[in-house]
């Protein structure tokens, strides 16, 4: 059972008084002006947490919503980064859903407004904690964490819509646009300036106080991601001085890993649970009800804290084991997921992925992830093919496409969890793996070819998941690479845009339902960026609609 001071003041903050939440029923979003009356600092400190993976107070969404679960920031993440992609693909049809698969989102869908409200809710919540005398109070460490949380949160809004409603005080005039380019140095300036502030980099586990709060590790990695997405964002790799931001981010991705000390979890299990032998590897154990306790938390830059007991929702850690389950699937160890909210049934995964770990991913269907673990040479092969087909056909069913089983509310020690229905485990939003892929991207991207040092951090990543290492690497490996380690994470649009292969004419990577057809077609650039949404338009006229839509 998790024994954290943080998270106990995660789950008192969200019985905070309703006025700060209340204001946001009619959200006018782009004018940030929340009518709130003094609240407790402290929570209104770990409401801006709690706003990256809950859905508002006591169960109920931040704004105006007709299911809560849909609010929240990580679901909303997966759904625009994941299902837009080669990796997942969902049967739903509320929201917009099925058009982010098929990558013809427009501006009236649904799941774009619940992201759009959700950033600025969450950016709304930060202005006004940094406006508060009271809360800045609390001292310099905190404001530092919050002010890196609305970072964060401005980070997702342009990385998603591109050129986006911008204050950093609460104001009653409607937000001024910022470009996407404008978004990127005033990122990475709020980045940089937080650092000094922020908690000594360390791992940590659950049993530490400042266990789920950020340091400067955070901040490191964030400045490493802009780095590497420079070219995106302002079109090219130039730093102020005339150097190259590749060497940056190197640079900083080694700090994390040498001098934060967060590297790679190697550890392993093996206990009987329900008279079952069971051996779980690192990379299961990441993504287990107990990854907090096991030693998993030693890889976790910045975990959002659940706990089945007392931090719970619909969006968050459940959303992530119930979407992608059904009720006759088993885990790894034959073992049932841990929970009963496992009859979801929305989330599968697209051939693409599969053809990342074997070339014939019609051998795997019929079989239990068991059966598949034991004969793809990758423990990231968490797939389950019985009663499944690889083939999405007309995407209306959940037996259409292979299901992942990457997420369950198992603990590695064997132990009940909190409860039988909400999910324990933690959500690692920050992970040392991505400093380590992020160093060998940057290596050859800057070299053409492979460093010594860069094939070191690459072949740990591999030997993590028991995979043979290659004898070099290329940049396409590195992009198969990042497929294999965070699928279902939220970072596949986002890279796939990196390397030029998501929209646009010279994207010759293409997947079953890309633009809406199989095996797929090439869709237009300006679907890199997604539309803002209408209600926004209509609210704020600084805004006007992103080119192409």
Same mark, same amino acid.
């Given at each position: 059972?998790?024994?954290?001071k943080f998270l106990s003041y995660i789950a008192a903050g969200?019985?905070?008084?309703?006025?700060?939440?209340?204001?946001?029923?009619?959200?006018?979003?782009?004018?940030?002006?929340?009518?709130?009356?003094?609240?407790?600092?402290?929570?209104?400190?770990?409401?801006?947490?709690?706003?990256?993976?809950?859905?508002?107070?006591?169960?109920?969404?931040?704004?105006?919503?007709?299911?809560?679960?849909?609010?929240?920031?990580?679901?909303?993440?997966?759904?625009?980064?994941?299902?837009?992609?080669?990796?997942?693909?969902?049967?739903?049809?509320?929201?917009?859903?099925?058009?982010?698969?098929?990558?013809?989102?427009g501006a009236e869908d649904q799941v774009l407004r619940f992201?759009?409200?959700?950033?600025?809710?969450?950016?709304?919540?930060?202005?006004?904690?940094?406006?508060?005398?009271?809360?800045?109070?609390?001292?310099?460490?905190?404001?530092?964490?919050?002010?890196?949380?609305?970072?964060?949160?401005?980070?997702?809004?342009?990385?998603?819509?591109?050129n986006v409603p911008f204050l950093t005080k609460i104001s009653?005039?409607?937000?001024?646009?910022?470009?996407?380019?404008?978004?990127?140095?005033?990122?990475?300036?709020?980045?940089?300036?937080?650092?000094?502030?922020?908690?000594?980099?360390?791992?940590?586990?659950?049993?530490?106080?400042?266990?789920?709060?950020?340091?400067?590790?955070?901040?490191?990695?964030?400045?490493?991601?802009?780095?590497?997405?420079?070219?995106?964002?302002?079109?090219?790799?130039?730093?102020?001085?005339?150097?190259?931001?590749?060497?940056?981010?190197?640079?900083?991705?080694?700090?994390?890993?040498?001098?934060?000390?967060?590297?790679?979890? $190697?550890?392993?299990?093996?206990?009987?649970?329900?008279?079952?032998?069971?051996?779980?590897?690192?990379?299961?154990?990441?993504?287990?009800?107990?990854?907090?306790?096991?030693?998993?938390?030693?890889?976790?830059?910045?975990?959002?804290?659940?706990?089945?007991?007392? $931090?719970?929702?619909?969006?968050?850690?459940?959303?992530?084991?119930?979407?992608?389950?059904?009720?006759?699937?088993?885990?790894?160890?034959?073992?049932?997921?841990?929970?009963?909210?496992?009859?979801?049934?929305?989330?599968?995964?697209?051939?693409?992925?599969?053809?990342?770990?074997?070339?014939?991913?019609?051998?795997?269907?019929?079989?239990?992830?068991?059966?598949?673990?034991?004969?793809?040479?990758?423990?990231?092969?968490?797939?389950?093919?019985?009663?499944?087909?690889?083939?999405?056909?007309?995407?209306?069913?959940?037996?259409?496409?292979?299901?992942?089983?990457?997420?369950?509310?198992?603990?590695?020690?064997?132990?009940?969890?909190?409860?039988?229905?909400?999910?324990?485990?933690?959500?690692?939003?920050?992970?040392?793996?991505?400093?380590?892929?992020?160093?060998?991207?940057?290596?050859?991207?800057?070299?053409? $070819?492979?460093?010594?040092?860069?094939?070191?951090?690459?072949?740990?990543?591999?030997?993590?998941?028991?995979?043979?290492?290659?004898?070099?690497?290329?940049?396409?490996?590195?992009?198969?690479?990042?497929?294999?380690?965070?699928?279902?994470?939220?970072?596949?649009?986002?890279?796939?845009?990196?390397?030029?292969?998501?929209?646009?004419?010279?994207?010759?990577?293409?997947?079953?339902?890309?633009?809406? $057809?199989?095996?797929?077609?090439?869709?237009?650039?300006?679907?890199?960026?997604?539309?803002?949404?209408?209600?926004?338009?209509?609210?704020?006229?600084?805004?006007?609609?992103?080119?192409?839509?």
């Amino acid at each position: 059972m998790k024994v954290n001071k943080f998270l106990s003041y995660i789950a008192a903050g969200l019985f905070m008084a309703g006025a700060m939440t209340s204001c946001m029923g009619d959200l006018n979003s782009d004018v940030i002006d929340p009518d709130v009356k003094p609240l407790d600092p402290q929570k209104m400190y770990v409401k801006c947490y709690a706003s990256m993976i809950m859905e508002g107070n006591d169960g109920s969404a931040d704004f105006d919503i007709d299911d809560a679960g849909k609010s929240t920031l990580l679901r909303n993440i997966y759904n625009l980064e994941c299902l837009s992609t080669d990796e997942a693909i969902c049967w739903w049809t509320d929201g917009g859903l099925v058009n982010a698969c098929y990558n013809q989102s427009g501006a009236e869908d649904q799941v774009l407004r619940f992201m759009y409200y959700r950033l600025m809710s969450n950016i709304t919540y930060c202005n006004h904690y940094l406006e508060t005398e009271a809360c800045l109070a609390l001292g310099k460490d905190k404001a530092a964490e919050v002010r890196w949380i609305r970072a964060y949160n401005y980070y997702v809004l342009a990385n998603t819509f591109g050129n986006v409603p911008f204050l950093t005080k609460i104001s009653s005039q409607a937000a001024p646009r910022a470009t996407r380019e404008e978004m990127y140095h005033w990122l990475v300036a709020e980045f940089r300036a937080v650092e000094e502030n922020l908690l000594e980099a360390r791992p940590k586990c659950s049993s530490d106080p400042d266990y789920g709060r950020l340091d400067k590790a955070a901040a490191w990695l964030m400045l490493s991601r802009m780095y590497l997405n420079a070219e995106v964002w302002k079109g090219d790799f130039n730093d102020a001085n005339g150097g190259n931001l590749l060497d940056s981010v190197k640079v900083l991705s080694d700090k994390i890993i040498t001098e934060g000390q967060y590297k790679l979890f $190697t550890g392993e299990s093996d206990v009987n649970v329900e008279g079952v032998d069971c051996h779980y590897t690192a990379y299961d154990m990441l993504f287990m009800a107990d990854n907090g306790e096991s030693g998993a938390a030693t890889e976790a830059i910045l975990p959002l804290l659940q706990d089945g007991a007392v $931090t719970r929702g619909w969006g968050g850690s459940l959303f992530f084991t119930a979407a992608h389950w059904s009720t006759d699937m088993k885990t790894v160890c034959d073992l049932s997921a841990g929970t009963t909210g496992v009859d979801w049934t929305g989330m599968r995964v697209r051939r693409q992925l599969l053809e990342k770990f074997t070339d014939n991913p019609e051998a795997w269907e019929g079989k239990t992830a068991k059966e598949i673990r034991a004969v793809a040479g990758d423990d990231r092969a968490l797939f389950w093919g019985k009663d499944h087909f690889v083939a999405i056909g007309d995407n209306t069913k959940f037996e259409q496409g292979l299901a992942t089983v990457k997420w369950n509310n198992r603990r590695s020690d064997g132990n009940p969890t909190n409860s039988t229905y909400e999910v324990d485990g933690d959500f690692f939003l920050l992970r040392a793996a991505e400093a380590y892929l992020n160093y060998v991207e940057a290596d050859i991207r800057m070299n053409g $070819t492979c460093s010594e040092k860069a094939k070191g951090y690459m072949d740990d990543i591999r030997a993590r998941a028991h995979a043979t290492a290659h004898q070099a690497y290329s940049l396409e490996d590195v992009l198969d690479e990042r497929s294999r380690e965070f699928y279902c994470e939220g970072y596949r649009r986002t890279d796939l845009i990196r390397f030029g292969q998501y929209g646009g004419n010279q994207a010759t990577y293409v997947w079953d339902g890309k633009n809406g $057809t199989t095996p797929g077609t090439a869709f237009e650039a300006y679907r890199n960026i997604y539309p803002i949404p209408t209600s926004e338009l209509m609210t704020n006229d600084n805004l006007w609609q992103n080119d192409g839509y």
